[in-house]
């Protein structure tokens, strides 16, 4: 049998999965808020991930690789991006909420980073063929750290933090912890290109569709809440 020789093969990494998934967060945030959002030229690595205060979300990953994504935004940080997308979709200022603990500002924020996700795994499976699902984001309003104990099915976790900054210069922080894997290129393919024209229809398209069903009264999102507390072992 012929084997398959590699000659100088393209390696994708956990470094490579980090800058595509930092591209989606400054993409679509950019995007959807009209601000200029960008990341630190430097990366952390970290031993562990965490919630920390004061609102933050966590998506878990499966399917071509297992991961787990954090991210944790400043109070000032998750109003800015939530009143710029607000306003940006043709909202009042003064219909505005004026408080990161309020649920209309949680469920924005965690729309937001759903699409954020979705960016990046429509990128893994146009870039590595391969297909990986997630969770549903719930943003959380916390007032002290939260270390996640999270079955995310790791053996050999790579783990790194990236500074996120928004255009008013507020600060959120994003956490990525993914088995140790590499993909490596066996042949030559184009992959395809989803233009901003498409994405903000899609975007809009999605938006659209999340404000045409009844908002959670506050009530039924402090019991969900309550359940994924519990669930993380709060």
Do not use: W
């Not at 601000?35 to 031993?47: A, D, F, K």
């Not at 009264?217 to 519990?230: A, G, M």
């Amino acid at each position: 049998m012929e084997m398959l020789k590699i000659e100088n093969p393209v390696v994708f990494g956990t470094e490579d999965l980090l800058i595509s998934l930092c591209n989606s967060v400054t993409r679509i945030l950019s995007l959807t808020t009209r601000t200029q959002i960008h990341y630190s030229g430097m990366v952390q690595r970290i031993s562990k991930t965490c919630l920390k205060p004061d609102i933050g979300c966590f998506v878990l990953f499966d399917g071509g690789f297992s991961g787990l994504v954090i991210l944790n935004f400043s109070a000032q940080a998750a109003l800015e991006l939530y009143e710029s997308y607000m306003l940006n979709m043709g909202m009042s200022k003064s219909d505005l909420a004026t408080s990161h603990t309020s649920d209309e500002v949680g469920n924005v924020m965690g729309e937001l980073m759903n699409q954020v996700l979705g960016d990046f795994t429509g990128k893994v499976r146009r870039e590595l063929h391969t297909d990986i699902t997630q969770n549903q984001p719930k943003m959380l309003s916390i007032n002290k750290q939260v270390v996640l104990s999270v079955d995310a099915n790791l053996d050999q976790p790579d783990s790194r933090r990236v500074t996120f900054y928004t255009g008013r210069n507020n600060i959120f922080y994003l956490e990525l912890s993914v088995d140790h894997t590499e993909f490596i290129k066996l042949y030559d393919f184009e992959p395809e290109i989803l233009d901003a024209d498409e994405l903000m229809d899609q975007i809009q398209a999605e938006a659209a569709a999340a404000s045409s069903h009844a908002p959670a009264t506050q009530n039924d999102s402090s019991v969900d809440t309550d359940d994924l507390l519990k669930s993380l072992g709060m």
